[in-house]
């Protein structure tokens, strides 16, 4: 079935963990652990990798240490050197539009105002990848949007998140194995 790179988007560093842009390095580290892999640094491609097997697919994984607004230029550089084209990259990312724990997948499309989708839209040349979306949701008492997705969860937050981040694990490998349409169909919408 040859190879699939999966990508977690979010900001390196300690001050950001925690933080609602961040589920997609969360839901990374839940298929690392799926996969049995650990995370190890790569200059070359500004980011944290690995890679595994699942169900008979080379499954390769991507955290971006660039920062959101510039995770395209790490993804491109290891689609390049793998030769992967933008359909076989499935990201997982944050969404202040959806409802805080649901999950959207969708096979391709535009940013929707996600600066690290539009940087992955900008460097790749291509919106064909597949995304598996969690909410986060919008908390007014937190300011703006960026005042948002920078504060870390709350504890009934995080309660709230932690499910959605290992369904979105799930997910990714499900549009891996079976493709996107089986994988929208399973969990599109589920909190």
Request: aromatic fraction near 6%; charge should be positive.
């Amino acid at each position: 079935m040859g190879c699939k790179l999966i990508v977690g988007l979010g900001n390196p560093g300690r001050r950001y963990a925690g933080t609602p842009h961040n589920v997609g390095f969360m839901a990374l580290d839940c298929v690392a652990g799926m996969l049995g892999c650990g995370l190890g640094r790569s200059w070359r491609f500004h980011g944290r990798t690995a890679s595994g097997e699942w169900e008979g697919v080379t499954v390769l994984l991507l955290r971006p240490e660039t920062y959101m607004n510039l995770s395209g230029r790490s993804v491109a550089a290891l689609a390049r050197y793998r030769k992967l084209a933008a359909s076989e990259i499935v990201v997982i990312s944050d969404d202040a539009d959806m409802d805080l724990g649901r999950l959207r997948l969708r096979a391709r499309g535009g940013s929707g105002g996600h600066r690290g989708l539009a940087s992955l839209i900008g460097a790749l040349g291509d919106d064909g990848f597949a995304r598996v979306r969690i909410g986060i949701g919008r908390r007014p008492e937190a300011g703006g949007l960026v005042d948002q997705v920078l504060t870390p969860f709350g504890p009934r937050e995080i309660e709230a998140v932690l499910p959605a981040v290992k369904r979105a694990a799930e997910a990714a490998l499900c549009v891996v194995t079976n493709g996107i349409d089986a994988a929208m169909n399973r969990y599109n919408g589920s909190a």
